[in-house]
Each structure stands twice: as structure tokens, then as C-alpha cells.
Nanobody, 124 residues
Framework: QVQLVESGGGLVQAGGSLRLSCAASGRTFSTNAMGWSRQAPGKEREFVAAINWLGTSTYYTDSVKDRFTISRDNAKNMVFLQMNSLKPEDTAVYYC?????????????????WGQGTQVTVSS
């Protein structure tokens, strides 16, 4: 089992930045690929970003490329999502997720463990 706790969400104006953090505990974290997904009101949960277990490969959905950066610190069991140039359409609950595999994936069904989520609201 892996327990995940997100933090860092909040209210920000369009063009602003936020940094989300995800603290992992439980079974070995450093061998899990990690990802971030989000769910806006009335919409399905969608993939945002993923990182492999070593932190050497990252993946992003097209709408956040060049604005968001995923990173990890295996020594501290942490994953981060730096979000810059935020837009109102980025408003959603953001979820941290862990996969049992080593490689990151854009398929959110491949993630086995999920956090409770943190709200991000971007005002126009």
C-alpha cells in the first residue's frame, strides 16, 4: 500500500503560479512511477503529468506542456507539480497517483493508489 497526501492548492489569478506537493508513505516509493491528474466539475478525471521511477522521463498532456513541470525527490518520498501561467481552465481538483510500474503513463487506469486531492482555482 502507498498512502498519498497532496498539498499546495489554492486560489490564484490567471497568469499566476502554484506548486503542488504530494507526500508518499507506505511501501517503497522510489520504484513507483507517479502522476498527477485533475477533475473539473462535471468532467471526467484527466491525466496531467507523469514521471518515471528514476525521475528521468516525464510526460504531459498537451494543454499543460511548457507550463507545468513534474518532479520527484525519492529521498524525501515527495512528488511535485510546478504550475506556471495558470489559466481559468486549469481549475480542478488535482490528484496525486502512484503506479505499481516503473514507467509513467498517461492512462490513469494504470495508477493503483490515489490521494484525496487538492483544489486549484484560477480566477480570470
Amino acid at each position: 500500500q502507498v498512502q498519498l497526501v497532496e498539498s499546495g492548492g489554492g486560489l490564484v489569478q490567471a497568469g499566476g503560479s502554484l506548486r503542488l506537493s504530494c507526500a508518499a508513505s507506505g511501501r517503497t516509493f522510489s520504484t513507483n512511477a507517479m502522476g498527477w491528474s485533475r477533475q473539473a466539475p462535471g468532467k471526467e478525471r484527466e491525466f496531467v503529468a507523469a514521471i518515471n521511477w528514476l525521475g528521468t522521463s516525464t510526460y504531459y498532456t498537451d494543454s499543460v506542456k511548457d507550463r507545468f513541470t513534474i518532479s520527484r525527490d525519492n529521498a524525501k518520498n515527495m512528488v511535485f507539480l510546478q504550475m506556471n501561467s495558470l489559466k481559468p481552465e486549469d481549475t480542478a481538483v488535482y490528484y496525486c497517483a502512484a503506479s505499481s510500474g516503473y514507467s509513467g503513463s498517461s492512462n490513469i487506469r494504470q495508477y493503483d493508489y490515489w490521494g484525496q486531492g487538492t483544489q486549484v482555482t484560477v480566477s480570470s
